[in-house]
């Protein structure tokens, strides 16, 4: 029979090392939760595209927005954007609001495109011009806007054919 004193005594070196094992695990898995925090943190622009000012290549300081107008080649001085009534409370369908270079969607009397939904806010979003193309962002509304069915989080590009929706409001973006 083996004494108690050296089975405790082989089993005690086993123990340690799974208890560095299993602390080295855990730092292993904080250490990619931070990685990957800190790439959200610096944004989701143009990651993998090329930079440089040759032909065909983003320049340096490109975001991602202008990085939209430079892949897909679309202005909007060569359009005339504007977005169109889906369906939305108070609205004609089919209705058109010609985009010039900014407008506010919301409840209140300070929006240009005004809004008879119960579920927006009085500054709910934001069309607005940068570096060629429109882009929307959410303005901090309670109920969020959406674009394309994803809740907008940061200012978006839009292009001919995306929804844009607020509340029960629905809006496709088009141009000519």
């Known amino acids: 029979m083996i004494a108690p004193e050296a089975v405790a005594n082989t089993l005690e070196p086993i123990s340690v090392a799974l208890k560095y094992g299993f602390l080295a695990v855990l730092y292993l898995f904080?250490?990619?939760?931070?990685?990957?925090?800190?790439?959200?943190?610096?944004?989701?622009?143009?990651?993998?595209?090329?930079?440089?000012?040759?032909?065909?290549?983003?320049?340096?300081?490109?975001?991602?927005?202008?990085?939209?107008?430079?892949?897909?080649?679309?202005?909007?001085?060569?359009?005339?954007?504007?977005?169109?009534?889906?369906?939305?409370?108070?609205?004609?369908?089919?209705?058109?609001?010609?985009?010039?270079?900014?407008?506010?969607?919301?409840?209140?009397?300070?929006?240009?495109?005004?809004?008879?939904?119960?579920?927006?806010?009085?500054?709910?979003?934001?069309?607005?011009?940068q570096g060629g193309i429109l882009a929307i962002q959410d303005l901090g509304s309670t109920n969020g806007t959406y674009l394309n069915e994803e809740i907008l989080q940061t200012p978006r590009p839009l292009h001919p054919g995306d929804r844009v929706r607020i509340g029960d409001s629905e809006f496709s973006f088009e141009t000519d």
Do not use: C
């Not at 800190?38 to 440089?52: E, I, Q």
């Not at 005339?80 to 369906?87: I, N, S, Y």
């Not at 409370?89 to 985009?99: A, K, N, S």
């Open 30 to 129: 904080l250490l990619w939760v931070a990685r990957s925090a800190l790439g959200d943190l610096k944004g989701r622009g143009a990651r993998g595209l090329p930079t440089s000012g040759g032909v065909g290549l983003l320049p340096q300081d490109a975001t991602g927005l202008h990085s939209a107008s430079a892949i897909h080649g679309y202005d909007i001085s060569q359009h005339a954007p504007r977005l169109v009534v889906e369906q939305a409370p108070g609205h004609e369908p089919g209705m058109i609001y010609d985009l010039g270079g900014e407008a506010v969607l919301g409840r209140g009397d300070n929006a240009n495109i005004r809004l008879e939904d119960p579920f927006a806010s009085a500054r709910h979003a934001q069309i607005f011009e």
